[in-house]
């Protein structure tokens, strides 16, 4: 399973699922400790801001970055929990979640987008990470189609965090 939060949830998660494999994606904030469960190997750290555009003094998501991404996926192999996390919850982990899941769903990247809009209302998933994610899994424009078509995100929803299955049925 794929286990999307905020900052603030970590904790709380982590010390719940005891997470074999975790995800952050901070700009300026330091990295959370890698929990005692996680293998050896299987925290990726990766540094960038939540923007669309460059933009001086930002970290913006690169190539090199969703490269990262979804080589991890792939040695992940669905082997444990895996939690993605960003500060707020809302669009660098949901962006990469949505990755990770269109990386083990080629060809459903419109059911992958569905069900995270029905799990996450909130989510808000970064443009500049789907469309190098698109680019990436050859996807030809289905996953941006997919994030384009989602419903608009409810940002009067709580926060909260969200599960999404490896393997869509």
């Not at 540094?47 to 001086?56: A, C, F, G, L, T």
Request: charged share 20%; proline share 9%.
């Amino acid at each position: 399973m794929i286990h999307v939060c905020g900052l603030a949830a970590l904790p709380i998660l982590t010390q719940e699922l005891m997470p074999t494999h975790m995800v952050s994606l901070l700009g300026d904030d330091p990295f959370p400790g890698t929990p005692d469960s996680v293998v050896p190997g299987g925290h990726l750290k990766i540094q960038m801001h939540d923007i669309s555009e460059p933009q001086p003094g930002f970290i913006a998501p690169e190539r090199e970055h969703l490269e990262a991404l979804l080589d991890f996926a792939q040695r992940w192999r669905q082997s444990g929990p895996l939690v993605i996390h960003c500060y707020a919850g809302i669009s660098r982990s949901t962006a990469a979640a949505l990755t990770v899941l269109c990386c083990y769903n080629q060809g459903r990247e419109r059911e992958a987008a569905r069900l995270l809009r029905k799990r996450a209302p909130h989510a808000y998933p970064n443009q500049r990470m789907i469309a190098l994610a698109d680019d990436l899994l050859g996807c030809g424009g289905r996953l941006q189609e997919a994030v384009d078509t989602m419903p608009a995100p409810d940002f009067l929803a709580p926060l909260k965090s969200v599960e999404l299955p490896a393997q869509l049925d």
